[in-house]
């Protein structure tokens, strides 16, 4: 193994302390460095200073890098890497395992969320980390995770879009560090008491945000959506997946709340969502003798887990066991890499890192 620094039978060099601190010494005669300082001061004081500094040098290097790192809890320590191996056991080429945490960290959420098509599978992957997974992440990615989380609630407050859904994400969290933060002493959580707890104060003064924000109406005064014909109205609206956004764009006008009031609309909702069987079981007849497909929806919401719709997701490749974007490239060996992919929802995601 090559020797790559300074010879070590040198005698080192020599250094001074002055006011700004500790400076290598220059002979202005000569015009290069002094290797022996006990001609200019006190030798006792020479040997006490050179002795203290070789004491405390390790020690204060190693304090001041974690100053500098808690000083600047924003910043992200993790590589924004396109793709990742994902290995769930050691073998001869490779030594140890994947976990969620290390995926979390490499992989670019941080741009993902920039993304429209990728936003709603980022805040649902957040989500499902602060509900159950958010203890078996490392102090780092735990760090990421909330950099993470702010990146998006500034994105949300700029651009006045998917406000109940961040809503709702900042209250899990919420509900669960304060089960967890009780349990301090099982040492569920990384990191001191009182950093969690002023994560905490920051989630409710996000929430305050989000409570407080005024969507200002935009100042184009050209075709709106009510100008459109029904039509066209109707179709737009069945292309929402949540019966809460029905209901809201309802709100908006009086001729659209006709519109969200249409019984096809919901049983259109209701069959997508939901297998004939569900709905066989949550049957609720109208005062008419109809079936009332908007309560049917939301009772089904209750009882069965909604079907999820990304733009854009994760995809694993079988092949070569790599987890990316879907339309990244990645080294694959696989004649047909396409088919090789699989897409993965973000509950998928999580239980691929279950051992």
């Given at each position: 193994m090559p020797f790559l620094g300074q010879d070590w039978r040198s005698p080192g060099q020599s250094w001074v302390k002055t006011a700004d601190g500790w400076k290598r010494f220059l002979d202005e005669k000569s015009g290069s460095f002094v290797s022996d300082l006990s001609s200019y001061c006190n030798k006792e004081v020479y040997n006490k200073e050179n002795l203290f500094n070789?004491?405390?040098?390790d020690v204060a290097a190693k304090k001041r890098k974690k100053d500098m790192l808690n000083s600047k809890t924003k910043t992200q320590y993790f590589h924004q890497e396109k793709w990742i191996y994902v290995h769930k056991g050691s073998t001869k080429e490779r030594h140890g395992y994947c976990t969620l945490g290390e995926a979390?960290?490499?992989?670019?959420?941080?741009?993902?969320?920039?993304?429209?098509?990728?936003?709603?599978?980022?805040v649902r992957l957040l989500e499902l980390i602060a509900k159950s997974q958010l203890t078996s992440l490392s102090g780092i990615a735990q760090k990421n995770f909330m950099n993470i989380l702010e990146k998006v609630v500034l994105k949300v407050l700029e651009d006045q879009q998917n406000i109940r859904l961040i809503r709702e994400l900042l209250q899990t969290l919420y509900t669960s560090l304060c089960t967890l933060v009780q349990r301090v002493g099982k040492s569920v959580l990384v990191g001191n008491i009182n950093m969690w707890v002023y994560r905490m104060e920051t989630i409710l003064h996000w929430q305050q945000q989000l409570n407080n924000i005024q969507i200002t109406r935009p100042a184009f005064k050209g075709l709106t959506f009510t100008d459109l014909p029904l039509c066209l109205q109707l179709n737009i609206m069945q292309r929402l997946s949540d019966g809460r956004d029905l209901v809201s764009l309802g709100q908006a006008a009086p001729d659209l709340h006709v519109l969200s009031e249409d019984r096809l609309?919901?049983?259109?909702?209701?069959?997508?969502?939901?297998?004939?069987?569900?709905?066989?079981?949550?049957?609720?007849?109208?005062?008419?003798?109809?079936?009332d497909w908007k309560k049917m929806y939301f009772k089904l919401v209750r009882c069965y887990?909604?079907?999820?719709?990304?733009?854009?997701?994760?995809?694993?490749?079988?092949?070569?066991?790599?987890?990316?974007?879907?339309?990244?490239?990645?080294?694959?060996?696989?004649?047909?890499?396409?088919?090789?992919?699989?897409?993965?929802?973000?509950?998928?995601?999580?239980?691929?890192?279950?051992?």
């Open positions: 070789s004491l405390n040098y979390f960290n490499r992989l670019d959420f941080s741009t993902a969320i920039l993304d429209s098509r990728r936003f709603n599978y980022v609309l919901w049983k259109k909702l209701c069959q997508y969502h939901f297998s004939e069987r569900q709905i066989r079981k949550r049957l609720i007849l109208s005062d008419k003798g109809q079936l887990p909604r079907k999820e719709q990304y733009g854009d997701t994760l995809q694993l490749c079988k092949h070569c066991h790599i987890l990316s974007w879907k339309g990244t490239d990645h080294p694959c060996t696989a004649n047909n890499p396409e088919s090789c992919s699989v897409s993965l929802s973000p509950q998928d995601f999580i239980n691929l890192f279950k051992f």
